[in-house]
Structures are given as C-alpha cells and as structure tokens.
C-alpha cells in the first residue's frame, strides 16, 4: 500500500521515463530460474520497487501529455482492490452473480447514450437473459474484433461453422473487404487478419487536411468494388483518430452503409466517452445510425486498465457469436460468457459503475472539459508562437505539430510560393530529422513528454513527423504547456546548431 500511496502522491518526484537502457532493464530482469523458495514479503516489496517502480512511466506526472493512458483518479485504486477481493468470474453466474447483472447493467447505460432507444425498451431488455447489447472487453482491440466478427457471420452467413474457404467458394464474391480511412487502428488490421480476410483487404481511403475519410473517394471505391463483385464487409466510421483526435463524417458514412446495405462500425475508442458530455456529444452525431460501437473505459472515461466496451444497436445481433456449452453456458441461462470473445474475465464492469456513480454526468462532463480545455490553450500557443507550426485541427483533445524555427518557417514559406518543391521537400527533411531528435531529447531529459507520429496529411507533399500531445492528465495545468513549448524550443534550437 505504501508502495502505491508513494506512487500516487508524488508523480513528479522522479523522471517521466527513468533513466535506464532497455539491455540493462533486461539484465535487471533477465534472471531465468523460478525461485525455490518464497521469500518474506519485505524483501519481495523492496525488489519490486528497486527493479520495478523505480524504472516504470510516470504516468501521472503533469507534464506527461504523450498518450491515451494517464493518471486515474483515486477512488479507481480502491475499486481495484475491491475486484481483486471478490475475484468473481464475468464468464458465468455460478461464479459472478450481482457483477452479471452490473455488467448489464453498464452496457444498457452505454446502449442508451449512443442509440437512446426509448425507456421502456431498455427496461425490458436490460435483464432478458436471451439478450447481450454488447459485451465488456478488455479494450478497444477486443471491441473491434468482436464487432468484425458479427459483422463477418452477418455478412456470410454460416462462415464461422464453414469457415472461410468453403463459404466463399459457394459464394458468388471474389473476395471480401472492410473499408476504412487511412487513419484507422492497427486493431483492425488484427481484427481483418484473424477474420481470415487478410489484412491487406482493409481498402485505406485517403484523408483531407482535417484527417478524416474523403467520402468521395469512399463513394468511387465502393462503385469499383461492386463491379468487381467484392463483398464489403464493413465501413469503420472512427470517432476520434488515435493520431489526431479527428472525427470521421458519422452521418455520411451511415447515410452511405444504409444506402450499400453494409455494416457500419464506429471505433469510438478514444472519443465515445464523448457521449456523456450533452454539450460536446454533437460532434459524435451520426454514431447511432452505426451497427456497432467499440468504446475504451481505460481512456477517456478515466477507468484504469483494462475496460473497453462493444455495443450493438440490434439487439440480437451478438446473437450470431452465442455459444453454449454442457457445464455451463446453458442455453437461457445469464452465463455472460455466451457471447463473449473472452473467456474468464475479470469483473472489469464495476470499474465503470463505480466512476459512473462517483462523478455522474455532471462529473464527466467537467473532466472532459477540462481536457479540451488544455487542448484550445495549447493549439493557442503553437499558433502564437513563432517556431512552432501546427500540422492538424484539434477536436478531442490530441493535437499535432512540430518545431519549425522561424527562420526555416520563412524559408518554407518562400519556397512554397515560389512552387519550388523540391527545396520544400530538402527543407521538411531536415525538419523532419529535427523533430525526432526533438522528441527523443525530451524523452530523456524525463521532465516533460509528448509522442510523435508521422502525417501524409499536412499539406506537404510529403510525410511529416508531428509532435503529438494528448491533453487528458487532469493535473496538467495550463501553465505547463508553455513551459513544454518552452522545453521543446531550446532543444530545438540546440539541435540546430550542433
Ligand atoms: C486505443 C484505440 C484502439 C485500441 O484499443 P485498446 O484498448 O488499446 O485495445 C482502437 N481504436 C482506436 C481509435 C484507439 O484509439
């Protein structure tokens, strides 16, 4: 206990990112053999924090804005504790008999805030037994390949007895595709894999400047594929790009699969917490025209790890992944693992109930706006500040950029209007050089942190590496930000002139 206080209290007492290579963190932890014997719990407290903690991410320091994962608030620790006591088993009643009914119970709250169907309706299906709105999962990756895979058995029907090589041959298709942006998550790829699809059978539409799907280029694949006699499978709508935040045109893309009569598949991964928020949700209209929704608890909804969700508008649809079994599972029974991917699963659910019930509408709300909050304060400082450049428009809260100090801004500039490309593509080069090592500087120096990625999106023609802040750690305060920028200026200038 004193070991997490210690963690909680103080996570800015040592570097983000400790100072430690990963071969010695591999000596560190390279011993083979099982021990023989235990040994006092004293002694294994202090390994564990001399090898673990002390060479782990600080997460929650303030001025760690680099990734979907950050600080919880506290009550998430107890909660924690509590799931670890009771140890129940989501797979089935015998093992977990109120934590099923909770776990319902938070999946029909989910339910309701994105298909808001009415009262009476949830009322009835809440507790049926016969029926799933979806299911709780350990993230995001698991969502999305449970919504693939009804959408699979929903699409080819049979395939999941058949499989895939006898269901196409009696089919008519010449082959089978899920369409998505540019931008979408790696987890589809394993989803599509997995499927037997293959992963080079997810059809990358490319992305405008505001990094979400071109539905004209969307509309000509789709009249492409179709001569070609190819099966869509699904269009991914994404609520919140993992990249830059961005959201995808929900309602066009639905109006598009109603139309093509294919299934629709919103990643809200990252931004479906948004639905909480009455002011904020509009920027996820269109999300309940969608066949099926995946959603992290472990991101914007503050839940530690691991909590995601899968919801399905109709709700038969997890129908078509039931399974049953002899010794349990039976047929009509509340055994949760009827439809689940996963088998014995931790009771995840509560972590969701618990922060629901602390921090309520009202709660989250605040939290989320605060958040964005962070995100309009430093986009306003990138765009004030003269060496630095911002490469995407911020909608829930990950914003990108990079160091372009401005003498190289007005050279770019110059050479842009000049329509000299080529002295462009030298100059993003070397930027691009820069910003890596930018990165990587502020990674070691261990005060401050922000990821990087890569963009086709900028304008450029060419890829550009973007700094890449995500602006949920709820004690960040304003006033770190500038000194981040600040941080990332005297790097940036050092690098130059080395
Ligand atoms: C994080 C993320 C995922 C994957 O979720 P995990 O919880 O990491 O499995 C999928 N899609 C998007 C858009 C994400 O941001």
Redesign the pocket.
Known sequence: MELALDWLRNPEKEKIHADISLPELAILLGEIDIPERGEHIENVFQECREKILDNSVRINNPRYIGH?TTGVPWFSVVVDILITSMNQNQVKIETALASSFVEKQTMAWMHRLAYNKPAAFYKSVIHDETIALGNTT???????LTALAVAREKAIPGIRKLGFLKSLQQSEYSDVVVLASQRV?Y?IEKAVGLLGLGEDNIVKIPVDRCNKIKIDCLRERIIQLKQDNVLIMAMIG?A???ETGNIDPLEELAEIAREENIWFHV?A??GGAFLLSDDIRNVLKGIEFSDSI?L?G??LLYLPM?H?SVIFRDPHALDLLRHSTNYILRKGSVDLGATSLEGSRRFNALKLWFSVKMLGKKGYDILLKKSLQLTWCLKELIDKHDDFESTSEPELCIITYRFVPAAMQIELEKAKKDGNFDICHKINNRLNEINIDLQKKQREYGKSFVSRTTLESTGYKQEIVVLRAVLTNLLTETSFLAEILDEQRIIGMEIINT
């Not at 350990?138 to 999305?144: A, F, K, L, W």
Request: charged share 15%.
């Open positions: 979907m350990s993230g995001g990756t698991i969502g999305n998550h987890s994404i919140g790009t993992t990643d991964a990252w995946a992290d472990h991101k691991a995601g």
